[in-house]
């Protein structure tokens, strides 16, 4: 049995993994895995939680990039509005 939850816990981490080059957060993370690889929520979180333990510079410098990408978003989307507000004038 611990060879067949060691697989498990890898199966998990390897899409966590994935999660991550898709740019989603914890909670973005464990709905998707819930909903397409039938994975409870509380085994994407508990893996999660180790990663960050075992890559703590790694997940606090992936943090602040989002919120970045997030900051950048918001500026294109408020340019892109004030261009389409022009535009029909």
């Given amino acids: 049995m611990g060879d067949s939850s060691a697989s498990y816990i890898h199966l998990v981490q390897h899409l ?3 999660c991550l080059i898709f740019n ?3 909670d973005e993370c464990m709905e998707a ?3 397409h690889a039938d994975i409870k929520p509380v085994i994407t979180s508990t893996v999660w939680n180790e990663l960050e333990k075992e890559n703590k510079e790694f997940f606090e410098a992936y943090t602040r990039g989002r919120g ?3 900051t950048e978003m918001e ?3 408020r ?3 004030r261009l389409n507000a ?3 004038d």
């Fill in 86 to 88: 022009i535009t029909k």
């Fill in 79 to 81: 340019i892109q509005k």
């Fill in 68 to 70: 970045q990408r997030a």
């Fill in 75 to 77: 500026k294109r989307q």
């Fill in 16 to 18: 966590i993994e994935e």
């Fill in 24 to 26: 989603m957060s914890k």
């Fill in 33 to 35: 895995l819930s909903k």
